[in-house]
């Protein structure tokens, strides 16, 4: 049986806490003062990062790394989501990075 993502998340030292939201739920735009990494587990969610015009989808499995200070907004998808997210001090993620299922 493939590895869960709250194991592989464990594996790197991260401790996941988990979240949900429905339908069409949005984030408006904000940053936080710490770095997170966030893991789809089940649905999908838009991640805008407004200063760059960047947007990145993701899908169950896929993994998105944000650094302090990196504003973003969020859109979940018509099936609702749910995610794993982990903090981490400030300047750990050397960038925002989106992690396709199965690459991390």
Same mark, same amino acid.
């Given at each position: 049986?493939?590895?869960?993502?709250?194991?592989?998340?464990?594996?790197?030292?991260?401790?996941?806490?988990?979240?949900?939201?429905?339908?069409?739920?949005?984030?408006?735009?904000?940053?936080?003062?710490? &770095?997170? $990494?966030?893991?789809? #587990? !089940?649905?999908?969610?838009?991640?805008? +990062? /407004?200063?760059?015009?960047?947007?990145?989808?993701?899908?169950?499995?896929?993994?998105?790394?944000?650094?302090?200070?990196?504003?973003?907004?969020?859109?979940?998808?018509? &099936?609702? $989501?749910?995610?794993? #997210? !982990?903090?981490?001090?400030?300047?750990? +993620? /050397?960038?925002?990075?989106?992690?396709?299922?199965?690459?991390?």
């Amino acid at each position: 049986m493939p590895e869960g993502l709250d194991s592989r998340l464990r594996r790197e030292g991260l401790v996941p806490g988990r979240w949900s939201n429905g339908p069409g739920d949005r984030y408006a735009a904000h940053e936080h003062a710490y &770095d997170k $990494v966030i893991a789809v #587990e !089940a649905g999908s969610i838009r991640f805008g +990062l /407004p200063a760059t015009g960047w947007a990145v989808d993701l899908n169950a499995g896929d993994r998105l790394d944000l650094p302090a200070g990196t504003m973003h907004d969020a859109l979940v998808g018509e &099936d609702g $989501v749910s995610c794993l #997210e !982990a903090h981490l001090p400030a300047g750990s +993620l /050397p960038g925002p990075a989106r992690h396709p299922s199965g690459t991390w």
